[in-house]
């Protein structure tokens, strides 16, 4: 891959569905620790924060443990997938056009979504954000926001509404 100056740039191993990319990187005590100059390790981590800043899950093994405890690496593995596409919703939920407005109207504000938001974002009623809001947390896509399950005051984005964005929208 090229990085931000054109330099190429090697990742060890890739695994890429839908907006989800993974990097494995293997690295051994020799050439990645004890050998490396101020400036590579530096530029080890410049590297990963420009993966990570392109969207990039980064998940570092150390050869030793790839070596030796093979089944620990596995399970690492395996809680990663179960997280991120164990219940990948992104297969088969589409986003109907208020849906997408909300969503992103949420993904661009720094706090819980309110019943007004959505009034004020769609030009509707208060009864009718309050449908909006419960028809998107029974699809998860919302969650509410605090500890409250009776009188929810606020929403937040549910973990799977941006890979189901990102899939609806590319």
């Known amino acids: 891959m090229k990085d931000f100056r054109d330099g190429t740039r090697f990742l060890d191993f890739t695994f890429m569905r839908h907006s989800l990319k993974l ?3 293997i690295d051994g005590y020799g050439p990645h620790a004890s050998q490396m100059s101020r400036n590579q390790f530096s ?14 899950k980064i998940l570092h093994f150390s050869y030793d443990d790839v070596k030796d405890r093979p089944r620990m690496c596995e399970q690492i593995l ?9 219940r990948d919703a992104s297969t088969y939920v589409k986003l109907n056009y208020v849906e997408k407005e909300v969503i992103r109207f949420a993904l661009n504000i720094d706090r819980a979504i309110k019943p007004n938001d959505v009034s004020a974002l769609l030009d509707v009623g208060s009864r009718k954000s309050y449908q909006v809001l419960k028809a ?3 699809k998860s896509l ?9 009188c929810i005051r606020g929403y937040n984005l549910h973990e799977q509404a941006q890979a189901i964005w990102e899939k609806n929208n590319h």
């Open 78 to 86: 395996q809680q990663f997938m179960g997280r991120f596409l164990g």
């Open 23 to 25: 990097a494995i990187e």
């Open 136 to 138: 998107m947390t029974d």
């Open 43 to 56: 530029d080890q981590w410049i590297r990963q924060n420009h993966l990570v800043i392109d969207g990039w």
């Open 142 to 150: 919302l969650k509410p926001a605090g500890s409250g399950r009776k």
